[in-house]
């Protein structure tokens, strides 16, 4: 078992480019989270997919933020335009049923914005 | 408003002095507390979940404890390997955001 991976580990992108982070869940799992984490709020839930589909979205930023699950083994954050304030770390979880369990996470992808 | 948090933010150990960290939750309807290990560079790694007061969960030299008001995760005779940052996280009952998380503490053992 791979684990969650996420691509890239690093990217660094100048202001106003658009960003796309990569997941691939654990094969099983039917559910996938997106995080960010920053030392001033910790880590937040931006946006949750059930069996491909969005669940809850309201921890998204704004709508320059989007996410995508086109099928079980893959997902897609992407920030457009980016802005230096996006700067964080970008994890992906995923795990079974409810939320009674404990979720995997990826290694994350850290996100700088200049 | 529903809130966890966590405390101290920072804690340094001689290697073997046993200690704690704390978790306290205000919440409407805890559905399950649960805590992480994070070590630098990497994704949050599961170590328990507790459901309701008076449950304990053990793992080699850790210990997590559950009230209605706060969890413990108790540390004996810790190691330089078990420096992380701990996190604990709740899911609260009727909430659509699954878990919400703490802002941690930052252990470090030291030899």
């Known amino acids: 078992d791979a684990g969650v991976i996420q691509s890239p580990r690093h990217e660094v992108t100048e202001m106003g480019q658009e960003v796309t982070l990569r997941c691939k869940p654990i094969s099983g799992h039917d559910y996938l989270f997106w995080y960010r984490q920053t030392m001033m709020r910790g880590l937040e839930l931006l946006i949750y997919?059930?069996?491909?589909?969005?669940?809850?979205d309201s921890g998204m930023p704004e709508d320059r933020f989007s996410a995508k699950m086109p099928n079980a083994s893959f997902s897609t954050l992407k920030i457009q335009p980016s802005e230096p304030r996006d700067s964080a770390v970008y994890f992906c979880?995923?795990?079974?049923?409810?939320?009674?369990?404990?979720?995997?996470f990826g290694s994350g992808t850290r996100l700088t914005v200049v | 408003e529903d809130q966890v948090t966590q405390s101290p933010e920072a804690l340094r150990l001689q290697e073997g002095e046993s200690s704690s960290l704390n978790c306290s939750y205000t919440v409407s309807g805890l559905r399950g507390l649960f805590w992480y290990r994070q070590d630098p560079g990497k994704g949050p790694e599961f170590l328990f979940t507790?459901?309701?007061a008076g449950e304990e969960k053990e793992k080699e030299r850790l210990k997590a404890t559950l009230t209605k008001k706060e969890s413990f995760l108790h540390i004996t005779a810790p190691k330089p390997e078990d420096s992380a940052t701990y996190l604990c996280a709740v899911k609260i009952a009727g909430s659509a955001r699954q878990l919400t998380f703490g802002s941690g503490t930052q252990l470090t053992v030291l030899p």
């Open positions: 979880a995923s795990g079974k049923g409810g939320a009674n369990y404990g979720y995997t």
């Open positions: 997919f059930n069996n491909n589909v969005p669940i809850d």
């Open positions: 507790l459901y309701s």
